[in-house]
């Protein structure tokens, strides 16, 4: 077996920030391995996006282009990605740690009755294997992974790697057929509905968080101003989605999203072990909290025990006037 895969996710004609990460940390694992790259690119109307993967940095690109692939099902992606693999026994696969890249991973491991290695926040090679460092324990651990079984699959969280950066490279895409027609298919997706602000939660570099301690929807405006000013998306306790005061999409967590923003901000968060598991590899962690014995302090970088209804004005105040937004 050889080779190393990345599975590209893509939206509205372009390749999607995890995915850039993806080929950013497979390259250096094909490099380490003396092995090729390739990236599947799959979807309908794909030519120029599957050309343009070329430059950053796959040695080859696998594109198929069909109605069927439209709307990212798993029951159209699955049997094609497996099928190929079977066919030509990559070594490695890696996709992003999204719902759809999880949800193709473990099919496609399920269906080459491989192992799966999921969530990973570091890579490298030992001794010609792939080994993955991915939290456990709600992110209390790091363990390092191997899988032993062939191909090895994989799944890397979103903003842990650096992205893929232009290479100038170009090359010949290779087509292939799918693996399921569209009429076979049993779901049809009817439309889209956009639940998030302009900013995606799990891409997004800043997050202002808000828990139970903001006591209502309305508690939410003043963080909402924060982030506008620094240009950041909005997250949620699950004890505020619980008490409907803001939708689940903004839910970070062990049942919500998985979240590595550059800032997160936390106020009126008291710091769960669950709400941690969604938010704890953030890089620089900002508390408010009026009750200074919270656990979710352990975690901050700066911490300000307040009133979150006085200090999130003053911080938005105060960035404005900084940053001239
Ligand atoms: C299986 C399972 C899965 C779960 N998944 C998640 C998940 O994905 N995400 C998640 O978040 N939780 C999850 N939970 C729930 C979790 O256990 C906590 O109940 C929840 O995170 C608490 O939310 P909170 O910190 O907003 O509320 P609380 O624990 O009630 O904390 C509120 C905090 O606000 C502070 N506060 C109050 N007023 C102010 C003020 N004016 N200014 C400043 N601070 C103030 C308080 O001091 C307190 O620390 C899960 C639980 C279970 C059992």
Same mark, same amino acid.
């Given at each position: 077996m050889?080779g190393?895969w990345?599975?590209?996710?893509?939206?509205?004609?372009?390749?999607?920030?995890?995915?850039? #990460?993806m080929?950013?940390a497979?390259?250096?694992?094909? *490099? +380490?391995?003396g092995?090729?790259?390739?990236?599947?690119?799959l979807?309908n109307?794909? +030519?120029d996006?599957a050309?343009? &993967?070329?430059?950053?940095?796959?040695?080859?690109?696998?594109?198929? *282009?069909?109605?069927?692939?439209?709307?990212?099902?798993?029951?159209?992606?699955?049997p094609?990605?497996?099928?190929l693999a079977?066919e030509?026994?990559?070594?490695?696969?890696?996709s992003?740690?999204?719902?759809?890249?999880?949800?193709?991973?473990?099919?496609?491991?399920?269906e080459l009755?491989?192992?799966?290695?999921?969530?990973?926040?570091?890579?490298?090679?030992?001794g010609?294997?792939?080994?993955?460092?991915?939290?456990?324990?709600?992110g209390?651990?790091l363990a *390092?992974?191997?899988?032993?079984?062939?191909?090895?699959?994989?799944?890397l969280?979103?903003?842990?790697?650096?992205?893929? #950066?232009s290479?100038?490279?170009?090359g #010949?895409? #290779?087509w &292939?057929?799918?693996?399921?027609? +569209? +009429?076979?298919?049993?779901?049809?997706?009817?439309?889209h509905?956009?639940?998030?602000?302009?900013?995606?939660?799990?891409?997004?570099?800043?997050?202002?968080s808000?828990?139970r301690? &903001?006591?209502?929807?309305?508690?939410f405006e003043?963080?909402?101003e924060?982030?506008?000013?620094?240009?950041?998306a909005?997250?949620a306790?699950?004890?505020?989605?619980?008490a409907?005061?803001?939708?689940?999409d903004?839910?970070?967590?062990?049942?919500?999203?998985?979240?590595?923003?550059?800032l997160?901000?936390?106020?009126?968060?008291?710091?769960?072990?669950?709400?941690?598991?969604?938010m704890?590899?953030?890089?620089?962690?900002?508390?408010?909290?009026?009750?200074?014995?919270?656990?979710?302090?352990?975690?901050?970088?700066f911490?300000?025990?307040?009133d979150?209804?006085?200090?999130?004005p003053a911080?938005?105040?105060e960035?404005r006037?900084?940053?001239?937004?």
């Amino acid at each position: 077996m050889s080779g190393v895969w990345v599975w590209i996710e893509h939206r509205n004609g372009e390749i999607k920030s995890v995915s850039c #990460e993806m080929l950013g940390a497979a390259r250096s694992v094909a *490099d +380490e391995l003396g092995d090729s790259l390739t990236a599947l690119v799959l979807g309908n109307d794909i +030519e120029d996006l599957a050309r343009s &993967v070329f430059d950053l940095g796959a040695d080859a690109v696998i594109g198929c *282009d069909d109605s069927s692939l439209r709307d990212v099902r798993v029951e159209a992606l699955g049997p094609l990605v497996a099928g190929l693999a079977r066919e030509r026994k990559p070594r490695v696969i890696i996709s992003g740690a999204s719902i759809p890249g999880r949800d193709l991973a473990a099919w496609v491991a399920a269906e080459l009755d491989s192992g799966l290695v999921a969530d990973g926040i570091g890579i490298k090679t030992e001794g010609g294997a792939v080994v993955v460092t991915r939290p456990v324990y709600a992110g209390k651990l790091l363990a *390092d992974v191997r899988v032993t079984s062939e191909p090895q699959i994989i799944t890397l969280r979103s903003r842990a790697f650096p992205p893929a #950066e232009s290479t100038g490279g170009s090359g #010949e895409v #290779e087509w &292939v057929q799918p693996a399921v027609s +569209e +009429e076979a298919l049993s779901t049809r997706v009817v439309g889209h509905e956009s639940s998030e602000g302009t900013v995606s939660l799990t891409d997004a570099d800043i997050i202002v968080s808000g828990g139970r301690g &903001v006591g209502g929807p309305e508690g939410f405006e003043p963080l909402q101003e924060l982030a506008d000013v620094l240009g950041g998306a909005l997250g949620a306790s699950r004890a505020a989605v619980d008490a409907g005061w803001i939708p689940y999409d903004h839910q970070v967590g062990q049942t919500g999203k998985t979240v590595s923003p550059d800032l997160y901000i936390a106020l009126g968060i008291s710091g769960a072990i669950q709400h941690q598991a969604g938010m704890r590899t953030s890089k620089i962690i900002v508390v408010v909290n009026k009750d200074a014995d919270a656990p979710i302090f352990k975690l901050a970088a700066f911490g300000i025990v307040g009133d979150l209804f006085k200090i999130a004005p003053a911080l938005t105040a105060e960035f404005r006037s900084r940053l001239g937004t």
